[in-house]
């Protein structure tokens, strides 16, 4: 059984910064590309930025320059570092990651998704 759990949601004023992390644990073999999606109330859950297991990034345009996203492969855990928050950025933010739990198989996680709520 794998799962992502996820940290560091809460409250900030706008301009403020707050650090994400997801955490993968269970049976895994190998984990490949891990990300970070959000969905406000009323939307569609849309990209934020996304990493390879070789370390490439992918930025959606509303978040560049604004938000990093890392990954530390020692302890299976992905991170999004974002500065600079805007009211447009409330949502609650999901982690995603393709991981296999033997040579044989991938599969696509979630994780159970954790508020961010920036007041303006």
């Known amino acids: 059984q794998v799962q992502l759990v996820e940290s560091g949601g809460g409250l900030v004023q706008a301009g403020g910064s707050l650090r994400l992390s997801c955490a993968a644990s269970g049976s895994i073999f190998r984990i490949g590309a891990m990300g970070w999606y959000r969905q406000a109330p009323g939307n569609q859950r849309e990209l934020v930025a996304t990493i390879t297991s070789g370390g490439t990034t992918n930025y959606a345009d509303s978040v560049k320059g604004r938000f990093t996203i890392a990954r530390d492969s020692a302890k299976n855990t992905v991170y999004l570092q974002m500065n600079s928050l805007k009211p447009e950025d409330t949502a609650v933010y999901y982690c995603?990651?393709?991981?296999?739990?033997?040579?044989?198989?991938?599969?696509?996680?979630w994780g159970q998704g954790t508020q961010v709520t920036v007041s303006s």
């Open positions: 995603q990651s393709w991981i296999s739990s033997s040579a044989e198989n991938v599969r696509l996680y």
